[in-house]
Nanobody
Framework: QVQVVESGGGLVQPGGSLRLSCAAS????????MGWYRQAPGKQRELVAS???????NYADFAAGRFAISRDNAKNSVHLQMNSLKPEDTAVYYC?????????????WGQGTQVTVSS
């Protein structure tokens, strides 16, 4: 069984920073692309940032210049450093990892971690 678990969410004031982490556990043979998504109340889930196994990154326009995604291939983990946070960044943040497990590649989602930006 594979589990993807996020951590690091919480309440932060506007202009503050948070670092989200996500790690996969279980019989994972390899990890491909990883990404962070978010979903605010009443809105669709949207991509925040993604990173390939070789470290090529992609950011949503709202994240570029404020957020930074990184990964540790040895630990099947991915991180999202969020700076200069705004109230509109409030959402549940989800980690996605494309993992080679039981002979095939498949997407695995975490349970989500709440980020609230408020004074």
């Amino acid at each position: 069984q594979v589990q993807v678990v996020e951590s690091g969410g919480g309440l932060v004031q506007p202009g503050g920073s948070l670092r989200l982490s996500c790690a996969a556990s279980g019989s994972v043979v390899a990890a491909g692309a990883m990404g962070w998504y978010r979903q605010a109340p009443g809105k669709q889930r949207e991509l925040v940032a993604s990173i390939s196994r070789l470290g090529v990154t992609n950011y949503a326009d709202f994240a570029a210049g404020r957020f930074a995604i990184s990964r540790d291939n040895a630990k099947n983990s991915v991180h999202l450093q969020m700076n200069s946070l705004k109230p509109e960044d409030t959402a549940v943040y989800y980690c996605n990892q494309n993992l080679f497990y039981r002979g095939s590649w498949s997407d695995h989602w975490g349970q989500g971690t709440q980020v609230t930006v408020s004074s």
